[in-house]
């Protein structure tokens, strides 16, 4: 498919997405409290971007969209922290932001290549601990 009717075709696609999100999220609000779906959750997701742009799209993208959020990006290690608010399973989340970042790189990109994103979560230690030894 050529190049200006990908990026067409996504945004189609995410307008779609973002009014059944807004109906959900709408439609779970109004429910009585003993009823409501909500099942929050903080996930790692995977990620295939790579320059400024993209990073940045895909997180907009993300916390437009109803019901979901991105808190934070770690460019390093190619995750993004996304907050979900009707998480049912990681893996559905994940493959459903996936999806959005393989159809918005697809869109954006005039050739797409291959979308590699890391397989193991990386082990991220916090930078601002104390040594062993050292006296606080």
């Given at each position: 498919?050529?190049?200006?009717?990908?990026?067409?075709?996504?945004?189609?696609?995410?307008?779609?997405?973002?009014?059944?999100?807004?109906?959900?999220?709408?439609?779970?609000?109004?429910?009585?409290?003993?009823?409501m779906k909500t099942n929050?959750?903080?996930?790692?997701?995977?990620?295939?971007?790579?320059?400024?742009?993209?990073?940045?799209?895909?997180?907009?993208?993300?916390?437009?969209?109803?019901?979901?959020?991105?808190?934070?990006?770690?460019?390093?290690?190619?995750?993004?922290?996304?907050?979900?608010?009707?998480?049912?399973?990681?893996?559905?989340l994940v493959a459903e932001?996936?999806?959005?970042?393989?159809?918005?790189?697809?869109?954006?990109?005039?050739?797409?290549?291959?979308?590699?994103?890391?397989?193991?979560?990386?082990?991220?230690?916090?930078?601002?601990?104390?040594?062993?030894?050292?006296?606080?």
């Amino acid at each position: 498919m050529m190049w200006p009717l990908r990026f067409i075709s996504f945004w189609l696609w995410y307008a779609k997405e973002f009014f059944l999100a807004n109906l959900y999220v709408t439609l779970d609000v109004l429910r009585p409290k003993k009823r409501m779906k909500t099942n929050p959750a903080i996930i790692a997701v995977p990620a295939a971007s790579v320059s400024n742009t993209e990073w940045t799209l895909i997180s907009c993208l993300i916390t437009l969209t109803p019901g979901t959020l991105t808190l934070s990006i770690s460019r390093e290690h190619k995750i993004l922290y996304v907050h979900g608010m009707f998480v049912d399973s990681r893996e559905q989340l994940v493959a459903e932001i996936q999806e959005m970042e393989n159809r918005m790189l697809r869109a954006l990109r005039r050739v797409p290549g291959e979308l590699a994103r890391p397989i193991q979560a990386p082990v991220v230690v916090p930078s601002d601990l104390p040594e062993e030894g050292d006296q606080q």
